[in-house]
């Protein structure tokens, strides 16, 4: 391995925690075509068992290091080619750790375009800076006069030149700008004030109408807030010292590095140079640093909430293959009624108007009764949109005319968001051309209550609202974050080959959407794969793509037993032995823990699987196709509790958790308003995460702490003591997301209305802005 990729792997193994041959090891794996997926699965040997997560940071800092490796390659070239590369600075640029450092040591030999520094050295002032710096006694004016000429007319024009030679020498100085840029990470506020005759349009950024908050700990949350109120003009922001205190040791700084010591005319001549130079020059590259780095941090805190809560939703528990009906609740327009069998197929669709102004109650029940019992219903899938607590209690009402005796339908309230968004796409239209675009919401919203994977990956991740900020965070690094996440979703939990979409077979390793298409396509026209093997028939999919995709395919009742494992092919060789060690067939001894308790994973391993695969192997042979999604469960609503009219403090409800913030957890608790539940609401201990207590699709029981009816604000506690009854809760507490059901043009839950919603946007909005600016803000 050369210098440069071990310096990239003793980086990133410092980073993730592991030892650089194992770094190396998976870049090798990488860098060869292997996916995270596969490797984080399949080549535990290798990584020395790096997980999934350590993978994709080491992905992601493998892609950075190699830039930054490339960037050095081409700055040591340049100078090298401007022949003014000495060994110390060969050195310095060696040793660079950031890119940030590299270009400081690079900005003095930077092609720049003409400066007032390169004018004021054309007219022969350079002499003169000289001359200050030598003779501190002198007077700057006195020795500026020998530079006058016909460019140079006046002292005032011959000093000001020399001063800004001296301030393009600092400027380039990159062990001030380190120095400079370390005390100001440090030190350095985030200064918000509101731009004149702003007050009234911008009230929503109140809070930030005067605003100074320390750039080192500024949450995530209150950056993006500050961002986007200056994005839309309505403050003036600045990143710089918090009172003159602070600002005179930064200017001292810069005085040091010139090597001002005295009270000579020159030294004070100098000590006010230093002082523009900061005001003028020097502030300003401080400024546009740290607010890139600011901004970058801010985004990477949002992208990595809305990841982890994107992976909780995906990764929820699937109610199971049964016949579902599932219900988009309307009023004006109807419910909207789909029915699809235990494989997700559309079965039978249908409109009721059981709310005004048809009121057709009687009506809407026996068209539900008649569907129920026509396609022996297991499960009924109602969209938590406008109406949905009447539409419950309607479907509630309907069951109870089942006759005694009959195996009545499991009601349960589920998650809208992004249905619309799907029943609108392309692929909907490709699936049901003939069906109206409403109906197609309700066949998603059936489907995902029997498995939220599957129809989750038809929908763009920012379409399903759990993020924060997410129309302000960088584009491109949320794409990329999101699709690894659902990525790494899809492959833990595997996939029927013989009844997967092709939407859900594009985030298998090593397919994409041209080969899931093609398998899809294969299938129609071949029937239902026999075998693993039988995937190398498919058009386009070659020997590469096998080996990542294998594993993660399921086949059952397929002609090889271990086709419904996570037993990769290449290992089907040491899964016999272990079978034959049995003496069983291998039908009868998957599944069967106590045929294999006896067995020692150490005795089967060889050159080829170590210990790690052939564990792996005994624990799929024991449960094979294992299922990581937790058992499923469902929040149940209180009778009566259905607006937010009918809460009172006090009042101890069941909600599943919609969203997890920095500062805290939304929790549907069935009035068509979520609430919040602060950070410090909890637990009966300091939380740091959220996400240390709760997760996306939690099922929890909340006591409600305050209502407040006329700005939709909802605070709730997950507290077992009795702190939040008897002491007001933080401000925070008490602010909830707004009516997220509404499905207008379909984005009710990805984003919110620029005029309504200084906080966020997705799943956030105007009251959880409120919770931003007013009861999360430090001066509170």
């Known amino acids: 391995m050369d210098a440069v990729a071990n310096r990239i792997a003793r980086q990133i193994a410092t980073d993730i925690d592991a030892r650089p041959e194992q770094v ?30 350590q993978l994709r940071h080491l992905a992601e800092r493998l892609g950075y290091l190699r830039e930054l490796e490339k960037r050095r390659a081409s700055i040591l070239g340049e100078i090298t080619q401007q022949g003014k590369m000495t060994d110390a600075l060969a050195d310095a640029i060696g040793k660079a750790d950031t890119k940030a450092v590299l270009e400081d040591l690079y900005k003095p030999f930077k092609p720049k375009r003409r400066t007032k ?15 200050i710096l030598q003779q501190r006694s002198a007077d700057p004016a006195e020795l500026a006069r020998a530079y ?53 349009v911008g009230a929503k950024f109140s809070d930030y109408f005067d605003h100074s908050e320390k750039w080192a700990t500024i949450p995530s949350h209150r950056a993006l807030a500050i961002l986007r109120a200056s994005k839309e003009e309505i403050v003036a922001v600045d990143i710089g010292p918090a009172d003159e205190d602070a600002a005179a040791r930064i200017t001292h700084i810069i005085e040091s590095e010139i090597g001002i010591t005295g009270n000579g005319a020159g030294d004070k ?58 219900l988009d609740p309307g009023i004006r327009t109807g419910c909207k009624i789909a029915v699809v069998d235990e494989t997700g197929k559309l079965l039978d669709t249908a409109t009721i108007y059981p709310f005004q102004p048809r009121n057709d109650l009687r009506g809407a029940e026996e068209t539900l009764l008649h569907l129920i019992r026509k396609h022996q219903v297991g499960l009924i899938a109602v969209g938590n949109g406008t109406a949905s607590r009447e539409s419950e209690r309607l479907v509630k009402d309907t069951l109870k005319r089942l006759p005694s005796g009959v195996a009545r339908p499991t009601p349960v309230i589920v998650s809208e968001a992004g249905a619309s968004v799907y029943s ?12 109206d675009v409403s109906i197609r919401g309700a066949v998603s919203i059936a489907r995902r209550l029997q498995d939220p994977l599957a129809e989750l990956v038809k929908i763009e991740p920012q379409a399903i609202g759990v993020g924060q900020y997410q129309h302000d965070v960088d584009q491109r690094q949320l794409a990329q974050s999101l699709a690894a996440v659902v990525e790494d979703a899809v492959n833990a939990v595997g996939v029927d080959l013989n009844m997967a979409s092709a939407p859900l077979l594009s985030h298998i390793a090593g397919l994409g959407p041209s080969l899931a298409e093609n398998i899809v396509a294969h299938r129609d026209a071949n029937g239902a794969f026999a075998s693993r093997k039988a995937l190398l028939k498919v058009t386009g999919l070659g020997p590469k793509a096998f080996e990542q995709c294998a594993g993660f395919l399921r086949i059952n009742e397929g002609t090889e037993p271990l086709d419904a ?108 308003q979520d609430g919040l539940v602060h950070v410090s609401q909890l637990a009966d201990r300091f939380v740091k995460d959220p996400h240390e207590v709760v997760k996306a699709g939690d099922v929890v029981r909340v006591r409600v702490t305050e209502v407040d009816v006329a700005r939709k604000r909802i605070g709730l506690t997950m507290r077992k003591d009795n702190s939040a009854e008897t002491t007001k809760p933080a401000r925070g507490a008490a602010s909830s997301k707004p009516n997220h059901r509404s499905k207008s043009g379909g984005k009710a839950m990805t984003s919110a209305a620029p005029q309504s919603s200084a906080a966020g946007d997705g799943a956030m909005g105007s009251a959880l802005a409120e919770a931003l600016k007013r009861q999360l803000d430090p001066k509170s």
Not at 117 to 131: D, F, K, Q, V
Not at 155 to 166: C, E, P, S, V
């Open 24 to 53: 190396s090891a998976t870049v090798a794996l990488l860098d060869g075509g292997d996916t995270v997926p596969f490797v984080a699965r399949y080549r535990k040997e290798v990584t020395g068992g790096l997980d999934d997560t």
């Open 565 to 672: 494992s996570s037993v990769h092919p290449e290992a089907y060789g040491v899964a016999r032995k272990i079978v034959q060690a049995c003496g069983c067939d291998v039908r009868a001894i998957m599944g069967d823990g106590t045929a294999l308790a006896g067995l020692r994973a150490e005795e089967f391993v060889d050159d080829s699987f170590g210990l790690p695969t052939v564990r792996d192997i005994l624990s799929e042979l024991e449960k094979p196709g294992r299922d990581p999604r937790p058992e499923f469960k469902t929040a149940t609503f209180s009778d009566g509790i259905d607006s937010i009219t009918d809460l009172k403090s006090g009042m101890s409800l069941e909600g599943t958790v919609t969203n997890v913030a920095a500062f805290g957890a939304f929790v549907d608790i069935g009035v068509h």
């Open 424 to 435: 609108a796409s392309e692929l909907a239209a490709q699936e049901f051309p003939d069906i």
């Open 117 to 131: 520094a390169m004018i004021a050295r054309e007219n022969g002032l350079e002499p003169l800076l000289r001359a």
């Open 269 to 326: 001549w100098l000590r006010d140079a230093a002082g523009w130079t900061w005001r003028i020059k020097l502030s300003l590259t401080m400024f546009m640093d740290l607010l890139t780095d600011l901004r970058r941090r801010a985004h990477a805190t949002a992208i990595e909430v809305f990841a982890r809560n994107l992976r909780d939703l995906l990764l929820a528990a699937p109610a199971g293959a049964r016949t579902t009906l599932g």
């Open 148 to 200: 006058l000429s016909e460019t140079v007319e006046t002292t005032k024009d011959a000093l000001n030149g020399a001063r800004d030679i001296l301030a393009e020498e600092l400027g380039e100085n990159a062990a001030l700008l380190g120095r400079l840029r370390q005390i100001m990470q440090q030190e350095a506020h985030v200064i918000a004030r509101v731009n004149k005759g702003k007050e009234e």
